[in-house]
């Protein structure tokens, strides 16, 4: 599209996670005109880390942002692996994306904190729970619960795996129970048993759980992640001490320690969901991001990661095709057979066959490389 119209171009973003707040510096960076409507008073991001992959660190470098989210990470240069008990089953360096190799390990708050930050003044608007969008051809309306009605000539709906915008006009399927919860807390370096000893994540897997150790230097803390099988689907389910510790049985004493000194108030408890792929992710003047077009399982740490190359592809499209139509057609011609691909690997979990699987000829051989 021309610079002319781009900067004509009124866009809502419906959400302000990773995914909504990618998308607005993307696209107000084109020059349009971008307001982003979140349901929640304020942003505040529970959970514990993640890994921000070299391709993600280099849209931030594009967008002129690298420098305030690499100030909140730790600096990773490969991930292991290994068996309940510590035995290595695969080292591999993280994939690079030109001269960027490290992955960058940042606490969930402060990466939107720091996304936040990077947003014009007043571009955020609190407390906007949606309750009706209607795509209108040329324009889209959203309607929310607290009265407000918006018109805008793009409507991108990064409102998370519950997403509206999909629901009411994409695809009505509910979320997929994964049959796993997640158990996630950040832990002092100190209470980790020593079992950090530098910038690099590790994930313990044996009889159906993932124990992920994921440091986080900067705050002198380590992101503590348990992933263990379980039938109960209760989006926020009740577990107690005693349930966290049955499922690292067997693991490695130091980290049943861990998991043993563990204040259960402080740890996040969520059943694990994904959704099917959905077939359509715009319509004329609508278009769906992140968790909206694509929630997956957190096995392969990719949700995050996509959700801001969802913005990024979005503002590259619209600059390189002739409308808003032709580039959301574009913009989903790019990115779904990437992320399709994506949520079905994640569904497959981490066995050792696995491993092998995603990563053939990688196991057990590359456990020795350094």
Do not use: C
Not at 58 to 82: K, Q
Request: no cysteine; charged share 25%.
């Amino acid at each position: 599209m021309q610079l002319s119209d781009l900067k004509n171009l009124k866009i809502a973003v419906v959400g302000a996670g990773y995914g909504g707040a990618a998308a607005a510096k993307a696209l107000s960076l084109l020059g349009a005109r971008v307001d982003v409507y979140e349901q929640a008073s304020g942003i505040r991001e529970v959970g514990a880390g993640i890994g921000l992959r070299p391709s993600t660190m280099n849209r931030f470098r594009e967008w002129g942002v690298f420098d305030e989210i690499a100030r909140v990470t730790s600096p990773s240069d490969y991930f292991e692996i290994l068996t309940a008990t510590g035995d290595p089953l695969m080292k591999e360096a993280w994939p690079a994306d030109g001269e960027q190799t490290q992955t960058h390990l940042i606490h969930r708050g402060d990466f939107i904190d720091a996304l936040m930050g990077v947003l014009p003044e007043g571009m955020v608007h609190l407390g906007h729970k949606l309750e009706r969008v209607e795509d209108r051809g040329d324009s889209a309306a959203l309607t929310f619960t607290n009265g407000t009605t918006v018109e805008a000539d793009l409507v991108v709906g990064a409102d998370g795996i519950k997403s509206v915008v999909r629901q009411q006009l994409f695809s009505q399927k509910p979320p997929v129970f994964a049959g796993e919860h997640a158990y996630r807390t950040v832990i002092s370096v100190d209470d980790a048993h020593g079992m950090v000893v530098d910038d690099n994540l590790r994930m313990y897997i044996g009889r159906g759980t993932k124990v992920y150790l994921l440091p986080l230097r900067h705050r002198g803390q380590v992101s503590f992640d348990i992933t263990a099988l379980n039938p109960d689907g209760t989006w926020a389910p009740q577990v107690t001490k005693e349930d966290l510790l049955r499922t690292v049985e067997g693991f490695d004493e130091r980290l049943v320690d861990i998991t043993r000194d563990l204040d259960m108030d402080a740890v996040n408890i969520r059943a694990v969901y994904d959704i099917d792929p959905v077939d359509a992710w715009h319509s004329d003047a609508v278009v769906l991001v992140g968790d909206a077009a694509h929630s997956m399982l957190h096995h392969q740490g990719q949700g995050a990661n996509s959700a801001i190359e969802d913005g990024g592809t979005l503002a590259d499209a619209l600059r390189e095709a002739g409308s808003v139509k032709e580039a959301l057609a574009l913009y989903q011609a790019t990115r779904k057979p990437v992320t399709d691909e994506l949520q079905r690997i994640s569904r497959q979990g981490w066995s050792e066959d696995e491993i092998n699987e995603v990563f053939p000829g990688q196991k057990p051989a590359a456990a020795g490389q350094e």
